[in-house]
């Protein structure tokens, strides 16, 4: 299962999508819709996983949490 945070950037430009299981760590969205872009890249990179998606506001409450089941099956 992996975890993913969407919380917003230091700087008011947009938010970061965090995680450890992207390969880099972070990626940064700055553009007007950029968390609904933030939520779906982890969902579509998770697509064979489980994952959980937590958006955050600037307080760092908790606004939003997805939970996603991998569509990977066994044969």
Do not use: C, Q
């Not at 996983?49 to 044969?75: C, L, M, P, Q």
């Amino acid at each position: 299962m992996h975890l993913y945070e969407v919380r917003p950037r230091n700087d008011h430009r947009g938010v970061d999508l965090i995680s450890d299981a992207l390969p880099f760590g972070r990626l940064w969205y700055g553009e007007s819709n950029a968390v609904e872009n933030a939520v779906g890249y982890a969902l579509h990179y998770s697509r064979s996983h489980g994952a959980v998606i937590r958006v955050y506001d600037a307080a760092g409450n908790v606004i939003e949490t997805r939970e996603h089941k991998g569509d990977f099956k066994e044969s």
